[in-house]
């Protein structure tokens, strides 16, 4: 980091410390995510294939389309694919094909993959809460108001 910071002062055109907090910010970014998902490595899982079983498991008819899972976690369709793949050969979640629409399938949970994720939610609301309270609601709020900043303008720099 001490490099890049140098070399952003040599420049002249940037302002070394804006740039070394949001390259901390991305670094602890990225640390969190591997904490999350070392942990459910152990349990033989990844992160993404929680969410795709997460958003399974409280749908209301327990089905969802390739594409209705893609948006809800933010996957494109061919990672998605990949994850369902994944989560077949777990034996946790299958394929069928759409009672309506015979070029789609709809995804639903095996009874494995739900006995798996019933058994992993409450563990992962009750840390998650754990961790997130021992912010306080204004951090929280200043978080979330920083990070959906942050999404915003690099979603139109990026544009």
């Known amino acids: 980091m001490s490099r890049i910071v140098e070399y952003a ?13 949001g390259f ?8 969190i995510e591997q904490l999350v998902e070392e942990n459910l490595a152990e349990k033989g899982i990844s992160l993404r294939l929680v969410e795709i079983m997460e958003c399974l498991f409280h749908h209301p008819d327990g089905v ?17 694919t990949s994850a369902l793949d994944s989560l077949e050969k777990l034996g ?32 992962r ?16 709020a200043m978080l979330l108001r920083t990070y959906h900043k942050i999404f915003n303008m690099l979603k139109a720099e990026l544009a």
Do not use: W
Request: aromatic share 6%.
């Open 9 to 21: 002062r040599s420049c002249g055109q940037f302002d070394p410390e804006v740039l070394r907090d």
């Open 24 to 31: 901390e910010l991305i670094h602890l970014h990225r640390m």
């Open 64 to 80: 969802m389309t390739p594409a209705d899972l893609s948006e809800e976690v933010n996957l494109s369709r061919s990672a998605m």
């Open 92 to 123: 946790y979640a299958m394929r069928r094909p759409h009672p309506v629409d015979r070029r789609m399938f709809e995804i639903s949970l095996t009874e494995s993959g739900r006995s798996f994720i019933g058994g992993l939610l409450p563990e």
């Open 125 to 140: 609301y009750e840390k998650f809460i754990r961790i997130m309270e021992a912010t306080g609601e204004e951090e929280r």
